[in-house]
């Protein structure tokens, strides 16, 4: 049975090969397809990544370490049909020993010409599924109405005492993906 995490909450993953799933539901009265993009910024000791490769997102779908794989970007929002928007998988059994932490944005392309905000969207949630079986191991709904936010940090793996761990974050921010960018390299 799948634990459900509170924000802030982390746990013990005790695995190896995981898929992070991303999912939401854009409110259909908005008249503008949303693009929301899942990323993933593997970052070294210091917060930041150690080189631009290890920001994987729609352009850089692989790590350099091939451990974090990207999802193909949905475009409009309409591609999962109540299910996962976008995934992205992590095998943590290959991450570089330099890499400490994972941490999983979700991003509204465009949204200040379309006007959009994650108030326009319902039933956003971060999910873990265990590679081996497809078993849903933990979920994360964010539960905020985050009615002038544009981007959300959900959540993050992260190693401590040589295991890795889950934290369910749920940070909203008035910004866009060039902002984590930002964050995560200078």
């Not at 490769?53 to 850089?60: A, D, P, S």
């Not at 790590?63 to 976008?86: F, H, K, L, N, R």
């Not at 749920?170 to 995560?184: A, H, I, P, R, S």
């Amino acid at each position: 049975m799948a634990i459900n995490l509170q924000k802030g909450q982390r746990m013990s993953l005790g695995l190896s090969n995981v898929t992070l799933g991303l999912g939401w539901d854009p409110n259909q009265s908005t008249g503008a397809d949303f693009d929301l993009d899942a990323s993933a910024f593997c970052l070294g000791d210091n917060g930041k990544i150690p080189q631009d490769e290890y920001f994987i997102f729609y352009n850089n779908l692989l790590s350099p370490d091939g451990a974090v794989e990207g999802a193909e970007d949905d475009q409009t929002g309409g591609a999962s049909d109540g299910d996962d928007d976008e995934q992205i998988k992590v095998n943590l059994s290959k991450v570089d020993a330099k890499i400490k932490e994972i941490v999983f944005v979700v991003t509204i392309h465009d949204f200040k010409a379309r006007n959009q905000n994650f108030g326009q969207v319902r039933n956003s949630y971060i999910r873990i599924l265990d590679n081996s079986n497809n078993a849903e191991i933990a979920k994360y709904e964010l539960e905020e109405d985050f009615s002038i936010e544009t981007s959300v940090e959900f959540g993050r793996l992260y190693r401590k005492d040589n295991e890795w761990k889950f934290q369910a974050m749920g940070d909203g921010y008035k910004e866009d993906l060039n902002y984590f960018v930002q964050k995560y390299t200078t």
